[in-house]
């Protein structure tokens, strides 16, 4: 039962009448149909669709916490509470609160835990009061486990403010609701996903030996096709143009992360359209 404490979240409360009334519409997921014990991807978009923010949305008495790295919760919560208007709801962040990831087996009696719904074997994420419940693993055997199952980050995986949900995998993840209505820069993400014009997306990295560093362009016959994200060990994750790629394999030629050959394959979770991406990393 591996428990590891993520330092790097903290928690963002959204309480109050309003409170899902405001969410609603200004977040990607639908916080409405939110169950309890549920931990459900979400983000505030620009209103030119581009992430800003992104957390997990989970129910607490009177509303909602938002579980979001810790350098951004400041900046979410002020724009959160630009959006408030005159709805009754308070915003704050609430660091008393530790964070923690539980994968592979039982939920520590310590600590409340909701399910983390992006992906199956992902886990739980426990809140309690800092120190409340021991740990068995570090945050880095849990990046290893996400990067494992194709899970991305922002800040890791992808830059805020530059990268639109659909390149992120937040449509194959459960972090936008496509039929709930209007939200920050909902116009532009419904137009992407009913046109089909996702060129980028997240993939799945393999290495033959260690990982290069984040941020290492990916290339094929001399042409970019995207960067690196997070790595661990001889997996990561990187975002890349799926049209190229598709170009470069038909073509013969084998993607390079730097000087390393790298396979790359659609998550398992993924359904997205894209050529055929089990790629030899022979050569």
């Given at each position: 039962m591996p428990v590891a404490l993520l330092p790097d979240r903290v928690l963002v409360t959204v309480v109050g009448p309003d409170a899902t009334t405001l969410l609603q519409g200004v977040l990607t997921c639908n916080v409405e149909t939110l169950q309890p014990g549920e931990a459900?991807?979400?983000?505030?978009?620009?209103?030119?669709?581009?992430?800003?923010?992104?957390?997990?949305?989970?129910?607490?008495?009177?509303?909602?916490?938002?579980?979001?790295?810790?350098?951004?919760?400041?900046?979410?919560?002020?724009?959160?509470?630009?959006?408030?208007?005159?709805?009754?709801?308070?915003?704050?962040?609430?660091?008393?609160?530790?964070?923690?990831?539980?994968?592979?087996?039982?939920?520590?009696?310590?600590?409340?835990?909701?399910?983390d719904s992006r992906a199956a074997d992902l886990g739980a994420r426990l809140y309690a009061a800092a120190g409340a419940f021991s740990t068995d693993a570090t945050e880095a055997d849990y990046n290893a486990h996400r990067i494992a199952l194709g899970v991305p980050?922002?800040?890791?995986?992808?830059?805020?403010?530059?990268?639109?949900?659909?390149?992120?995998?937040?449509?194959?993840?459960?972090?936008?609701?496509?039929?709930?209505?209007?939200?920050?820069?909902?116009?532009?993400?419904?137009?992407?996903?009913?046109r089909g014009t996702a060129r980028t997306r997240i993939l799945a990295a393999a290495y033959p030996d260690t990982a290069p560093q984040p941020g290492t362009e990916i290339t094929a016959g001399g042409k970019g096709l995207g960067t690196t994200g997070s790595a661990a060990g001889?997996?990561?994750?990187?975002?890349?143009?799926?049209?190229?790629?598709?170009?470069?394999?038909?073509?013969?030629?084998?993607?390079?992360?730097?000087?390393?050959?790298?396979?790359?394959?659609?998550?398992?979770?993924?359904?997205?359209?894209?050529?055929?991406?089990?790629?030899?990393?022979?050569g």
């Open positions: 459900r991807l979400g983000a505030l978009l620009t209103p030119q669709g581009k992430i800003l923010f992104d957390f997990l949305v989970s129910r607490i008495p009177d509303g909602f916490r938002l579980d979001v790295q810790a350098d951004k919760a400041a900046d979410l919560a002020k724009r959160l509470t630009l959006y408030r208007l005159r709805a009754q709801a308070t915003i704050a962040a609430d660091p008393t609160v530790a964070v923690a990831a539980v994968w592979a087996g039982a939920v520590p009696p310590a600590a409340e835990a909701v399910a980050e922002g800040g890791r995986d992808y830059t805020f403010g530059d990268a639109f949900p659909h390149e992120a995998l937040m449509d194959q993840l459960g972090g936008v609701d496509f039929r709930k209505g209007c939200y920050v820069g909902q116009e532009v993400v419904s137009r992407m996903q009913h001889t997996r990561g994750l990187a975002l890349v143009r799926i049209d190229r790629l598709g170009d470069a394999l038909a073509a013969g030629e084998t993607p390079r992360a730097g000087e390393r050959p790298v396979t790359l394959e659609r998550p398992a979770y993924a359904t997205f359209a894209m050529p055929d991406v089990a790629t030899s990393a022979a």
